[in-house]
């Protein structure tokens, strides 16, 4: 009996999970960063190469298919509307779970000195201090301008993905614009690029339980003081409980609005939120989203290739949570005055804006962290303390909220598409030798 991917991909992640707390024990780290780890960053790599091209032609395509431009507005508000109504519950059931735990409160002062001394002058603690820094004094409508190319072979070099949307967006509308006839040699071009990457995510897939065994296995190395970890376990689990909870949201959105089965869902959709965990990037993983979501769950293309690359770029629902959390957290420890209702307020507002420039890369939210914390007054001298006591936890962290994000995309894409009539109940999957036999 053929092995189902998704759990190859689930044994890879075991074995890796295995090999690396092995290799910690032996002393085996740098035989994983020169030897394992670059297999992962390969596979990470050929996702990335073919994320670009596939928005480009998945947007140009959808659009031009939709063959009326009130469409694009009514798919464009459902799709915004619901991204911003889950995102404000993600934020909600946060603030929610922190103010209910406490998990700051009674922190000891030997284990908060100790991580600002292990994490404090950490170069990932600073950079992400510096890249905040630096988005902050760009002025309060940078984020609008930068949504608009000026070069669209630099935004496609440089993987700008707003800026990339917009340009398919604006294709697709104008192709909308000219007579069918002229349009169609470019519509054409565009609809056999986007079948020839999803060919190539088929054949990347076949490479994903060795990468997933590769990235664990270099997950697990990185970890080195299981006693701050220890002593971190309540935040994480606000954080981790959080996440779970918005699953279940979202289960129960399939089960009453788009009235499919939640272990259906889960089932067809798993493969992408395992490479979500193990990636922790939502844009490296966009492309096996758009296959399982079109091939597995039935979603449409001119649905998927609009609501999906928009979801990877907009929607952090995972994100926005952690930050709640993160946020609380971090002022019952250090800064309990600032609790105020004000500021939670305050905190939900810019957690609900700061996910929609949330780049989709590993630890971008923790840079969105300190813009949130920045907007209530946080004391600018004590955010470094604020980043290192949660800093240790991040990675593992990150890659939970990953998977709600890419969980997130799915399921509005299928609200979406039912609400428009573009969901398929029986959506026949595509196989990487489909055309083999031909051209052996």
């Known amino acids: 009996m053929k092995l189902a991917l998704h759990w190859k991909i689930i044994i890879g992640m075991i074995l890796g999970i295995i090999f690396g707390f092995i290799m910690n024990a032996y002393d085996g780290k740098d035989f994983v960063s020169d030897w394992i780890a670059p297999f992962g960053k390969i596979f990470i790599n050929l996702l990335k190469l073919i994320a670009v091209p596939l928005i480009l032609a998945s947007l140009i395509k959808g659009i031009s298919d939709l063959k009326d431009i009130s469409k694009i507005k009514s798919m ?14 993600a934020i909600i059931i946060g603030l929610t779970i922190v103010n209910t735990v406490k998990p700051g409160v009674g922190m000891s002062q030997d284990t908060i000195a100790k991580i600002k001394m ?3 002058n950490d170069a990932g603690v ?3 201090l510096a890249k905040a820094t630096a988005q902050n004094d760009a002025g309060p409508l940078q984020a609008l301008v930068d949504i608009f190319p000026s070069n669209i072979f630099v935004s496609l070099g440089e993987a700008k993905m707003l800026q990339i949307i917009f340009f398919a967006l604006f294709v697709g509308i104008c192709l909308l614009l000219i ?3 002229k349009a169609k040699p470019l519509v054409d071009f565009f609809d056999s690029l986007n079948e020839v990457v999803m060919k190539m995510v088929d054949l990347i897939m ?3 339980p060795y990468a997933v065994f590769a990235l664990m296995a270099n997950v697990i190395i990185a970890f080195d003081d299981t006693e701050i970890l220890l ?7 606000c954080v981790v409980l959080g996440l779970s909870l918005m699953i279940g949201f979202y289960l129960v959105l399939i089960k009453f609005v788009v009235k499919k089965s939640p272990l259906w869902f889960l089932k067809e959709i798993s493969p992408a939120q ?9 844009a490296a993983t966009l492309p096996v989203t758009m296959e399982r979501v079109e091939e597995h769950l039935g979603v449409d293309k001119e649905v998927s290739g609009f609501v999906l690359p928009v979801g ?8 926005s949570l952690y930050q709640g959390i993160a946020a609380v957290f971090i002022m019952q420890v250090i800064w309990p005055e600032g609790l105020t209702f004000t500021n939670q307020l305050v905190i939900i507002a810019t957690a609900l804006l700061a996910s929609i420039g949330s780049a989709a890369v590993p630890s971008a939210g923790m840079v969105m962290l300190v813009i949130v914390l920045e907007s209530i007054g946080f004391p600018a001298e004590l955010l470094p303390i604020g980043l290192a006591l949660i800093f240790a936890v991040d990675r593992p962290l990150d890659m939970c909220r990953t998977v709600v994000n890419v969980t997130g995309d799915a399921t509005v894409s299928m609200i979406v598409a039912k609400s428009l009539g573009k969901l398929h109940d029986h959506p026949k999957a595509k196989e990487w030798d489909d055309n083999y036999e031909a051209v052996k």
């Open 126 to 128: 600073t950079d992400k």
């Open 206 to 208: 076949l490479f994903a």
């Open 76 to 89: 464009g508000l459902r799709t915004i509307a619901i991204y911003v109504g889950t995102t404000l519950i």
């Open 118 to 120: 292990k994490y404090e």
């Open 231 to 237: 002593k971190l376990l309540n935040y994480a689990g």
């Open 312 to 319: 990877a770029t907009v929607n952090m629902d995972g994100t």
């Open 274 to 282: 395992l490479l979500a965990f193990s990636t922790s990037s939502s």
């Open 179 to 181: 007579p069918e006839k």
